[in-house]
């Protein structure tokens, strides 16, 4: 796979004239509360650095994930010597911060409502504080939110999260409710986060304490018996409040080109949980994705994806894999896979999208996942694969149909709303 | 021979506290308001058409769309004319190269590595079209409305984008943001009445 994406890569776009000018200065515009080093700092390009290719668009999204701006537009122009060159930075500042309201969908929540509100750019150093609120069929959470991106005045982001949730969870997929068995998982906790852009710019680190209460209960055992009930007597057990307290570092990266865009998103995350820092369950947790989308040629994208991960230790079985949310497939039903999570997993997928406009893009899809769990010492393996079609409709409502499973999925995320910059 | 008739004017331009203040008018020596070919036209100068804010947007390379805007009614309120000119600024920074078109029936574009010559482009307004005659004799008030709007790329895209989905009507990709400054408001320049406008002669 390798290979091929080394290919793919070999046909990217032409470079700039100004790639690898030396950036002699960085100049801000436009800014009226906001410092201007405020701005310089943040920017994954410094004084002195060679100009990439991909630069520009890194430093734009820096800055839009600031949520300090209306615009934000970065561009560059000739230094004052042959080789040198001046990056320019124009932003429009929002007076306030924003409000907004949408409709959301997943396949494991359901339909719901989303608000938020974020006052941004406190004494003018960035600082931002927020309150979100979602309610879904199967899923209601809140959140606070406080975030710095200077901490200490030292390049380091700072963010605090106080938030809670309560969902409700089958534990077997079954048309009829009553014979599926159900639980409910609630979840209130804060999280402290401190993070950087690394040394290769598009990437980003953040490490992360995360404190959570969990409570486990209105356990409805399933009607008929299912893997000899391993699960559900799981779930029975932990019935009631526990405390995980994990320690988590975060490497990520992603394509600056939107949803379906240009670009290779990776995402690494290792988690780990110790009953020395107040957890229930030692144990350590590694997740990955790697995504590349490259443009073929006008309108047409191949997107080659894998995610997987494990645990190792004794998790509890919240924490375990599943085949849902994060991990729905594209033509095989959530948890169809094993439903009883695994703490191995695997997705791999390959997808062909041509772009139909102004509708979205219709695709072919293959994919294949499977999750491993071991229950005393015997392996319990699930997989499945699937091949079919879909139709991304505006960039926002993902319909998959699965050609040889004949299932139809649809994955979306905020589907339409209304935001208010004030 | 052509006769003009000299109007002073005064154009105060108000607007709403939480916008930026601008200084946009037309100087009292540069208007006037004449027929010819019974066609109720202006020429004018404007002062201070770029804010800084504009400016910084202009010399970040940023394309930047100006509407200029001008309206006639009666004491009333009816409307007896409006016209509009709009104009698109694009800055390569990198070539140091200005480029103004003018969309227009007959559209030009001026190209310069001066921002003076634009400026001048810009604000110079020359044989404007107000309205046919015949117009009531009555007094009119001219007003006028001037809108400078640096676009990014990516709006320009979500522009584009919004168009079309309109167009569909589609309500899905409802998805508004109402992060956009409103437009600018409606300011007096002068009131006259047609009947004591000059006639400008035809070549």
Redesign the interface.
């Given at each position: 796979m390798f290979k091929y994406l080394a290919i793919l890569c070999l046909i990217a776009a032409p470079a700039l004239?100004?790639i690898g000018h030396e950036i002699e200065q960085i100049e801000v515009?436009?800014n009226e509360k906001t410092r201007a080093e405020i701005i310089r700092q943040v920017l994954p390009i410094k004084i002195g650095d060679p100009l990439r290719e991909g630069d520009l668009d890194r430093c734009r999204v820096v800055l839009e994930r600031l949520l300090l701006f209306?615009?934000?537009?970065v561009?560059?122009?000739?230094g004052t010597q042959k080789g040198k060159a001046i990056l320019?930075?124009?932003v429009?500042e929002?007076?306030f911060g924003t409000l907004g309201g949408?409709l959301e969908y997943s396949e494991l929540d359901g339909f719901g409502l989303a608000a938020d509100a974020y006052y941004a750019n406190l004494r003018g150093e960035g600082k931002l504080i927020g309150a979100a609120y979602g309610w879904r069929e199967r899923l209601k959470y809140w959140g606070f939110r406080y975030g710095d991106p200077l901490f200490l005045k030292t390049n380091q982001a700072f963010h605090i999260q106080v938030r809670g949730s309560s969902a409700d969870r089958d534990i077997f997929r079954h048309s009829n409710p009553d014979i599926r068995g159900r639980y409910d998982l609630e979840r209130i906790g804060f999280a402290l986060g401190i993070g950087q852009p690394s040394p290769l710019r598009a990437y980003h680190f953040v490490l992360k304490y995360a404190f959570e209460a969990i409570q486990i209960g209105a356990f409805q055992r399933p009607a008929i018996a299912t893997g000899d009930e391993v699960f559900a007597n799981e779930i029975a057990e932990a019935e009631g409040r526990e405390k995980l307290s994990t320690l988590a570092l975060h490497l990520f990266k992603q394509s600056t080109g939107g949803p379906w865009g240009h670009g290779t998103d990776f995402n690494a995350r290792l988690t780990l949980s110790s009953k020395v820092l107040g957890s229930v369950a030692n144990y350590a947790k590694f997740r990955t994705e790697l995504y590349r989308h490259q443009h073929l040629f006008a309108g047409h994208i191949l997107s080659l994806g894998i995610k997987a991960g494990g645990i190792w230790g004794h998790p509890p079985f919240y924490e375990r894999f599943y085949l849902d949310g994060d991990n729905q497939l594209r033509g095989i039903e959530r948890r169809v896979i094993g439903p009883e999570g695994g703490t191995l997993f695997f997705v791999a997928e390959a997808l062909y999208a041509v772009a139909i406009?102004?509708l979205g893009r219709i695709y072919a899809f293959a994919e294949s996942g499977g999750v491993c769990r071991f229950v005393n010492d015997n392996s319990r393996r699930d997989a499945g694969t699937a091949i079919g079609v879909g139709l991304l409709?505006?960039n926002?409502?993902d319909i998959s149909f699965g050609i040889n499973t004949g299932t139809l999925i649809v994955k979306s995320h905020?589907?339409?709303?209304?935001?208010?910059?004030l | 021979m052509a006769r003009f008739i000299h109007i002073p004017m005064l154009v105060a331009c108000m607007f709403a506290p939480f916008r930026p203040v601008f200084a946009q008018h037309i100087s009292k020596d540069s208007l006037y308001i004449y027929v010819q070919s019974d066609t109720l036209r202006v020429d004018a100068t404007i002062a201070s058409l770029f804010s800084k804010r504009a400016i910084d947007a202009i010399e970040s390379g940023m394309t930047t769309s100006i509407v200029v805007q001008f309206r006639l009614r009666t004491g009333r309120g009816d409307q007896v004319g409006q016209r509009g000119l709009t104009t698109r600024l694009e800055h390569d920074i990198w070539e140091g190269e200005y480029r103004l078109i003018r969309q227009a029936a007959q559209a030009d574009t001026l190209i310069t590595p001066r921002f003076e010559d634009i400026r001048r482009g810009c604000s110079r307004l020359q044989g404007l079209d107000l309205a046919g005659l015949p117009l009531p004799n009555v007094p009119l008030t001219l007003q006028m409305r001037i809108d400078v709007n640096p676009i990014s790329p990516e709006q320009q895209e979500r522009t584009r984008r919004w168009l079309k989905i309109l167009e569909k009507g589609s309500y899905l990709e409802f998805f508004y943001s109402l992060d956009s400054p409103p437009s600018s408001e409606w300011v007096d320049v002068i009131k006259f009445r047609p009947s004591a406008l000059p006639h400008l002669l035809e070549k």
């Open positions: 004239a100004q515009r436009g209306r615009t934000v537009f561009n560059v122009k000739p320019v930075v124009y429009r929002k007076r949408s406009k102004p409709l505006f926002r409502i905020r589907f339409g709303g209304i935001k208010f910059g | -």
